[in-house]
């Protein structure tokens, strides 16, 4: 049990600093990031929005991770939720105390977009390492990983182009900072990944059926030792 609660705390503060990282892109003004592409040049051939465009996807993907086999844990649905959860609550602060200043020129937002590289990096390791499950768009990483001798980073960077490419010819804006975010995400995981000797695919995540064992054993256990 002491190892679900840690394994939690990390879940949240791997969040929390992805959340950062795409509020750092998003205030960098150099380009949408390579999913929300996608989502945009989904919202303008069908009738939806890009919010209902991204979860479509992500329900595609979801159904995808299934198919390979991947597990679909407590993280992969606590992702989908306290990401844009942490991502808005951190730009209402920024909004109010200007933390993260827009940039103002191309430099300050390329170095706004490099400062979110290890910021994500990190935040993708304490999120996947404890394998409470990942998110649809992580766990299809994951799955391409598994069944390859690719590198981790390789994979997302070819994921994230194929992506790119689909979006922008559905009518999706590409912008300088979005080449950058394609060619630097994957190479800053790989690279904090090899820092924490930590190797995404070497077992598989634990699924939601798993952890509602584990607190039902520890809940059962307690109970039977208060009747002692």
Not at 57 to 78: A, C, H, K, N, T
Not at 88 to 108: K, Y
Not at 116 to 138: C, E, H, I, K
Not at 216 to 227: K, L, R, V, Y
């Amino acid at each position: 049990m002491k190892k679900l609660a840690s394994g939690l705390v990390r879940l949240m503060g791997g969040f929390f600093l992805l959340s950062l990282g795409i509020v750092l892109n998003c205030q960098a003004g150099l380009g949408l990031a390579p999913w929300d592409v996608l989502s945009q040049g989904l919202s303008r051939i069908l009738p939806m929005t890009m919010g209902q465009a991204s979860m479509v996807s992500g329900l595609v993907i979801l159904v995808f991770d299934v198919l390979m086999r991947e597990r679909i844990g407590v993280g992969s649905i606590l992702n989908m939720i306290f990401i844009g959860t942490f991502i808005d609550l951190i730009n209402l602060v920024n909004n109010s105390l200007g933390l993260i200043p827009a940039a103002e020129n191309l430099w300050a937002g390329i170095l706004l977009l490099v400062l979110s590289f290890p910021v994500m990096a990190v935040g993708m390791y304490l999120y996947m390492s404890p394998r409470l499950g990942a998110g649809p768009r992580d766990s299809m990483m994951v799955a391409i990983k598994r069944r390859t001798s690719v590198p981790v980073g390789v994979c997302r960077m070819i994921i994230e182009a194929v992506v790119l490419v689909v979006g922008w010819l559905m009518g999706g804006t590409v912008g300088l900072g979005t080449v950058i975010l394609v060619l630097g995400n994957g190479p800053a995981m790989q690279c904090c990944f090899k820092l924490f000797h930590f190797d995404v695919a070497a077992q598989p995540n634990e699924s939601v059926a798993d952890t509602l064992r584990t607190v039902w054993n520890a809940w059962h256990g307690s109970a039977a030792q208060a009747e002692r």
